[in-house]
C-alpha cells in the first residue's frame, strides 16, 4: 500500500485565495483525520469523518475552513478565503475502526502571502 | 479539554540514553503513544502502552507509565544520529480521537 496520499505537497498562495488540500487515505481505513501543526500550537485535530460522515468538527477554527469527503477513497480541505496567519502544515491520517493507531500522510505545506 | 504537554526541546550525545517526558491530564485515556516526525514527513508510530500497564519495552526504546501521575516517558538507549527528530506524545480515549503534545525536538550531537 502507498500509505496516505495529500497533495500538494507544497502550496504558496495569496491572501483572500481559495486553497484545496486533498488525501487519499489508505484502503480499507474508514476514518479520517485532518490535523494543522503550527510552531505556536502544535498538532491540532481540526476535523474527523467516520465512513465518511464528519463526525467531529470542534477543531476548525473558522467559517472560512471546510472538509469533504466524498467518498471512501478522497477528501478536501478547502480554505476560502485564505488569510497568513492559515499558514501551517497540514496532515492527513487515517485508521481502522478496530486499530489504534493512526497513519499519517506527508503533509501540506501551505505558505499564504 | 485534554492537555498534553511536552518539552519542547532535548540534546543529547551519540551513545547517552535520552528521556523524553511527557504529562496528561485525562485519567481516561485508553492508550498513549509515542510517534516520531522527521524533517519534511509525517508522523510514524514509534510505540504505544495500553493505560494498565507500567513499562514496554521495545528494542531500544522503553516506555514508562506513571498513572498516579499522569506521567509518559521514552527513553532510547544509545541514541544515534538518526534518532533526531520531533517526538510527540498522544493520548486517546475511544480510540480515534487522539490529543497529541506539541512535540520534543530531540537533537542527537555526534
Known amino acids: 500500500d502507498a500509505g496516505v496520499i495529500q497533495s500538494p505537497r507544497h502550496e504558496v498562495t495569496e491572501m483572500g485565495q481559495e486553497v484545496t488540500l486533498r488525501c487519499k487515505p489508505i484502503s480499507g481505513h474508514d476514518y479520517l483525520f485532518w490535523y494543522r501543526q503550527t510552531m505556536m500550537r502544535g498538532l491540532e485535530l481540526l476535523i474527523y469523518f467516520n465512513n465518511n460522515v464528519p463526525i467531529d468538527d470542534s477543531g476548525m477554527p473558522e467559517d472560512r475552513f471546510s472538509a469533504k469527503m466524498p467518498n471512501a477513497s478522497f477528501s478536501t480541505l478547502k480554505i476560502q478565503p485564505s488569510e497568513p496567519r492559515d499558514s501551517a502544515v497540514y496532515f492527513c491520517a487515517s485508521q481502522t475502526s478496530g486499530g489504534n493507531e493512526q497513519f499519517f500522510g506527508p503533509g501540506t505545506r501551505l505558505t499564504v502571502l | 479539554g485534554e492537555d498534553v504537554e511536552q518539552s519542547l526541546f532535548l540534546s543529547v550525545r551519540e551513545g547517552d540514553s535520552s528521556v523524553i517526558n511527557c504529562t496528561y491530564t485525562?485519567?481516561?485515556?485508553?492508550?498513549l503513544y509515542w510517534y516520531k516526525q522527521e524533517p519534511g514527513a509525517g508522523l510514524q508510530l514509534l510505540t504505544y502502552i495500553f493505560s494498565n500497564m507500567d513499562m514496554k519495552q521495545d528494542q531500544r526504546l522503553t516506555v514508562l507509565l506513571n498513572k498516579k501521575d499522569k506521567h509518559l516517558s521514552l527513553r532510547i538507549a544509545d541514541t544515534q544520529t538518526g534518532d533526531s527528530a520531533i517526538y510527540f506524545c498522544?493520548?486517546?480515549?475511544?480510540?480515534?480521537?487522539?490529543?497529541f503534545g506539541s512535540g520534543t525536538k530531540l537533537n542527537v550531537k555526534p
Open positions: 498522544a493520548e486517546s480515549i475511544n480510540f480515534n480521537k487522539f490529543y
Open positions: 485525562d485519567s481516561s485515556s485508553t492508550y
